[in-house]
């Protein structure tokens, strides 16, 4: 008997163990059932609360993951190992992943808070018709600096290359924005495909090195918050959240031009769960969710009923709502093609190596 007793609990620890085995796998792996979704977002990019609400609302479990660059992110969702049910990639990730055949097209019937958004972010030349895409935030890149490093304050990428700010800048970890900053502050467009432009702004960014301090991450907030360095290249957004914490810093956008990007919700090809992936992309479009959304993590959201729930001094500051007339004249990332792409990537490595 006590044989049989001792075998029933080795079957039942066994049995148990595989079963705690087989969901450890499947969380890994990100499996979604119906009741789980995962979601793989820029870091820093959501407020956490809502996460839960959304949770609380809808019964699905939401796993989530954060990545730091479209690249990283595409090379992820190719390799296939975990389903991501929702992303949220920039418009030339899209136009890449649309053109490898990654994405899942979206039913419009289940977004009805699509109906929000501003048109003039609908429909744009990267996903005509939004067939595969919803905005989710937008914005620039450009300058955050302290005036007292500064004579007069910076108007151009120029500026960043003064002796006076030896090892005193940081840099956001972004390949098309660093060599796009290259290429703007020559003069030549942030697309530009022209290898000899490309080695030339590569030659020029070699020259920024001894005013580099790093370049880093989501780091960057907590850094310039702390005055570790007199200037940034950074998000806007991320700009906004840094002078909410530290009121001697301002932004701007170099004249000779810069960045405008737009973040979107897509649902890769990965997805196990596309209900569920479609319930929170309209989650997160719902005006409540989307302001309070934009008001954590700082940027600029492309919801018109969600922009009129902000606060007046966040919806009209230019800086983080640049007038179409600032936004006419930024660029918007193209989609180079893999091989520019991967040039960009290996430019960009061999800009961080010298800046070591
Ligand atoms: C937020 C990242 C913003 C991404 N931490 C800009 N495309």
Redesign the pocket.
């Known amino acids: 008997m006590r044989q049989i007793v001792h075998l029933f609990v080795a079957v039942l620890v066994a049995s148990l163990g595989l079963m705690a085995w087989v969901n450890a796998l499947n969380r890994s792996a990100g499996y979604a059932g119906s009741d789980t979704i995962t979601v793989f977002n820029?870091?820093?990019?959501i407020d956490p609360e809502l996460l839960e609400e959304f949770e609380e609302l809808t019964g699905i479990t939401v796993i989530y993951e954060t990545f730091?660059s479209?690249e990283a992110m595409m090379t992820k969702i190719a390799q296939g190992g975990t389903s991501y049910d929702v992303a949220?990639p920039?418009e030339y990730a899209v136009e890449r992943l649309m053109e490898d055949d990654m994405l899942v097209p979206l039913d419009h019937s289940k977004l009805p808070n699509m109906q929000y958004i501003d048109p003039r972010f609908m429909d744009m030349s990267f996903d005509p018709g939004n067939r595969y895409s919803v905005p989710y935030?937008w914005?620039t890149v450009g300058i955050l600096y302290n005036p007292e490093a500064f004579e007069e304050p910076p108007t151009s990428w120029n500026a960043l290359w003064d002796p006076s700010l030896k090892n005193d800048i940081l840099l956001v970890d972004?390949a098309r924005e660093i060599i796009g900053m290259g290429l703007n502050s020559l003069g030549y467009s942030l697309n530009d495909t022209n290898e000899e432009h490309l080695q030339e702004a590569l030659a020029k960014l070699k020259k920024l090195t001894p005013n580099v301090k790093a370049i880093v991450?989501?780091e960057i907030?907590m850094l310039m918050i702390g005055g570790e360095a007199s200037a940034a290249v950074v998000?806007s957004?991320?700009a906004a959240e840094i002078m909410w914490e530290n009121e001697d810093l301002d932004y701007i956008v170099p004249e000779e031009g810069s960045n405008l990007?737009f973040?979107t919700m897509v649902i890769p090809k990965t997805a196990r769960n596309i209900e569920g992936a479609h319930q929170f992309i309209n989650f997160m479009l719902d005006p409540e969710v989307a302001a309070r959304n934009a008001e954590y993590?700082g940027?600029a959201t492309p919801n018109a009923a969600a922009l009129e729930l902000l606060p007046e001094e966040i919806r009209e500051d230019e800086r983080f709502y640049p007038s179409e007339e600032l936004t006419a004249r930024l660029e918007v990332y193209e989609n180079l093609g893999r091989r520019m792409l991967a040039y960009y990537n290996d430019l960009f490595l061999e800009f961080k190596m010298h800046a070591k």
Do not use: E, I, L, R
């Open positions: 820029w870091g820093d990019y730091d479209n949220m920039s935030f914005g972004g991450g989501d907030k998000w957004g991320d990007w973040d993590v940027y």
